[in-house]
């Protein structure tokens, strides 16, 4: 089986290429048979080509890959992000990677939270319009479709029962943008009808959040349309001691395919220094290992991590004296 890597830009680079050595290990100690490609998708190719996303790139991962590991994109040379919205949304919607599986783990325990990854306010519908060198009038529109919103929901409460959760909140904003909330509300209460072992709750995004910050550990399951998941998943790893810490999955129920990435970006304000934090890419490949099916070698990889993670090794926005690879190394003495 092979894996496919995408480092991207920035601290991207940095974290994936420090986290290769423990799959190697992993594979070899375990006998998984894994391999790795590392594609070189991101600014320098889209700068030098100007290709994001290669031609044939999404045939060429369903054919030839298990799983995609991806660093982060972004690059202050384009400002615009064209190159990272054309490759993260590309390979999101191209290989339908519709879950989006952010887990925050926090010190009660785990709250899973699933961001809806493929329409909302990301569907690219909109439009803008100019006078005289600037922006009049402008439009972002929030598009979702039933089957969408159906699947989605229908997958993210089959995922909580098998992991034995009986609570699962729907967060949503009905009162002020009517139209898709109410399709969101109906979709959940269908489908929670379905699976008598889970208990719904409903909340305004707003007020979620804030009771997200006061009391997390009211919560074990959360479902989110797309802009609302990405801005609670970053709450989430502030709760959990920085966005160094949180990894998340993205995956099609329907064919298995899935791409782990860290939430956090290419961070440029520490980029080249060897000090950017690859606990949250390491953990990326303990859920891509658990993903795979290879349950023993992603808890140790995970267990090493967390325990890693107190000690000096760790990077300084963790508060230790680490640095990238210096902390991968201590994992991996770890699992040795
Ligand atoms: P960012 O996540 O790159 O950085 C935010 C802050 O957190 C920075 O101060 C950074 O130094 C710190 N940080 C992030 N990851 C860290 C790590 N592993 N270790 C230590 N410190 C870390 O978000 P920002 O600055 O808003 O965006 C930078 C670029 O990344 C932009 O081009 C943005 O569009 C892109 N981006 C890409 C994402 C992706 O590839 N999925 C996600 C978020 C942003
Ligand atoms: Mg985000």
């Not at 995956?251 to 939430?263: K, Q, R």
């Not at 953990?283 to 991590?305: I, K, N, Q, Y």
Request: net charge negative; charged share 20%; hydrophobic share 45%.
């Amino acid at each position: 089986m092979r894996i496919a890597i995408v480092p991207g830009d920035g601290i991207g680079k940095e974290v994936v290429s420090a986290t290769l050595p423990a799959l190697t290990w992993l594979s070899d100690t375990f006998g998984l048979g894994l391999t790795y490609d590392v594609l070189d998708w991101g600014a320098d190719r889209w700068l030098a080509e100007g290709t994001g996303l290669p031609d044939g790139a999404i045939d060429l991962l369903r054919k030839e890959y298990a799983a995609v590991l991806l660093g982060a994109l972004g690059d202050p040379r384009i400002p615009d992000m064209a190159h990272g919205r054309e490759i993260l949304l590309g390979l999101r919607t191209g290989l339908d990677l519709y879950v989006n599986h952010r887990p925050l783990d926090l010190a009660h325990g785990t709250v899973d939270l699933y961001r809806e990854n493929t329409q909302g306010l990301y569907s690219q519908v909109g439009g803008a319009v100019s006078g005289q060198g600037r922006i009049t009038v402008a439009m972002d529109e929030c598009v979702y479709t039933r089957d969408t919103v159906e699947r989605f929901v229908r997958n993210c409460l089959l995922h909580l029962r098998a992991a034995g959760r009986r609570k699962v909140t729907l967060v949503h904003k009905a009162n002020a943008v009517p139209h898709t909330g109410r399709l969101w509300q109906e979709v959940f209460r269908a489908e929670l009808a379905r699976v008598p072992e889970l208990t719904g709750a409903e909340e305004y995004v707003d007020a979620f959040c804030y009771h997200l910050v006061r009391d997390a550990f009211a919560y074990e399951g959360v479902l989110a349309p797309n802009m609302f998941g990405d801005i609670i998943s970053d709450i989430g790893a502030a709760l959990m001691g920085g966005l160094g810490l949180a990894c998340s999955a993205s995956v099609c129920p329907e064919t298995g395919f899935a791409l782990f990435e860290p939430v956090h970006g290419s961070a440029p304000d520490i980029a080249g220094q060897g000090i950017a934090n690859p606990y949250a890419t390491a953990m990326c490949l303990a859920m891509l290992l658990g993903h795979l099916g290879h349950a023993d070698a992603a808890t140790l990889l995970r267990d090493c991590v967390l325990e890693a993670g107190h000690t000096d090794a760790a990077t300084p926005d963790l508060g230790g004296t680490g640095t990238t690879d210096g902390f991968m190394s201590a994992v991996l003495a770890l699992m040795d």
